[in-house]
């Protein structure tokens, strides 16, 4: 049943008016290809109008596949927790498509079995005990990143969206795989980029020709897939022909024997899992801090009370483990950044059988996607959701937020697993570039979102560094 939270001031659908219980309204479609071409043009707008115009859930047509817009925090609870057997990944390793194309069937792609059986061995690298050990590294790479703005000329603006790649890719090989790949990155950035909107066109596209038609996107596509399977499968072998041990998690997945089998993973398996926590431990909190430097340039007070913690917390030391409790800003500036820009915007499931959410009718073999960009803006749950506001992360704000209202990690068993690192990662990074330098945008650059399988400013965010 419904309770009053749920939204009925702009939605339409609603349960309780006698009528329109199982009503999902649909925006008007074109023809037999129904909304493929609002969603090839630019489905995160057509997903934030549609919400606006149609309500809380809303179904949708690419082709014959039939797809509902999930928006509001209860719709979550019941995709992701209450009938998580219901809502299932939509990954198929017969039949890959979209994403699984780029990352194989590693932690994000793979399911069941094989899913609980990886999740569990990979669960304790990223437990909040442990990761107080990865600090060092963390700031080891803020630090590196830091001497080199130093050494360049600061009057000419930077890509701050680059920069960010680069350190979160320094900090995700450093603290999983024990190794550097920057000299590599020229080879691979433009690799990164091609897989991921090549997955993203593909997911959403039932006209998008099979891998084994030799378009030009498909060659393309092989090739930078290739790239990054030769990366990943260097960084592999070496540490195999190393014999040494580093206790990370590229340790866990060449060394730990499954007790049902006696066997170690297989080389592919390990390469999916590491090419899997590469792309997701990089890409996305690249964009969370990006988004925040963006933030912080259109709102200097904020900027400024930022600057204050800093100052008096750090007084120019490098941070450490035990800052941590005390950056609360810090940490409130972080996390109002990814409520308003989620670096990974929808949770996508398939509907395994006719089911029904609060009232709602859901069709077995429908794609049910869960927006979390929707919900951090949704209006009947967060006071002026579009305003860059870190107080609602702080004391008993942060304790009143409506469960599920807040899900830029995901939620339920799928949770993301590089949460905590995530957090603290941004965290350390945020107050240690902050306390030395303040960015600003450059005048009349533009500053637009772009879904690429995670979220990112589409023309990157050309900022120049001052040194405070
Ligand atoms: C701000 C940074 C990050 C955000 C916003 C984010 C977001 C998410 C979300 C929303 C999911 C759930 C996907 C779903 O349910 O379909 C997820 C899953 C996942 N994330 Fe993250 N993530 C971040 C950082 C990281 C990091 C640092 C790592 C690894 C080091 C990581 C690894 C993963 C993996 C492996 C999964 C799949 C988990 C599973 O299905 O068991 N993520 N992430």
Known sequence: MLDKQISTSHKIPDPRIPGQASFIPEPEKGGLLGHVREVKQDFHGA?????????????????????????????????LINQQDVFSKVYNPDKPRG???????????????????????????FYRSGLKDLVPKITAAGTKLIEEWQQSDLSKPMDISAQMTRLTLEVITQTMFSTCVQSEVPQFAPALKNVLAFAQNNAFNPLAPPLFIPTRANREFKKSKAILDNLISGIVNKRKHSGKRYQDLLDVLLYTVDESSGQTMSQQQIVDEALTIFCAGHETTANALSWTWYLLSQNPAICQKLHSELDSVLDGRIPNVN????????????????????????????????????????????????????????????????????????GDNKDNIQRLSYLPFGAGPRVCIGNHLALMEGQLLLAYIAQHYALSLVKGHPVKEELAVTLRPKYGLSMVCKAR
């Not at 994403?99 to 690298?125: C, D, E, F, H, Y």
């Not at 820009?341 to 996607?369: C, F, Q, S």
């Open 99 to 125: 994403l699984s194309l780029v990352l194989g069937n590693g932690l994000i792609t793979s399911q069941r079995a094989l899913w609980k059986k990886q999740r569990r061995l990979m669960q304790p690298i």
């Open 47 to 79: 997903m934030i109008r549609w919400h606006e115009q149609y309500g809380d859930l809303v179904k949708f047509r690419l082709g014959r596949q039939r797809v509902y817009l999930l928006s509001h925090p209860q719709f979550a609870e019941e995709v």
């Open 323 to 394: 800052d941590l409790a005390s950056l609360v800003y810090t940490r409130a500036v972080l996390e109002e950044s990814i409520r308003l820009y989620p670096p990974a915007i929808v949770l996508i499931r398939k509907v395994m059988k006719d089911t029904e959410i609060n009232g709602y009718k859901l069709l077995k073999g429908a794609l049910a996607i869960v927006n979390i960009r929707n919900i951090h803006h949704h209006s009947d749950i967060w006071h002026k959701p579009d305003s860059f506001n870190p107080e609602r992360f702080l």
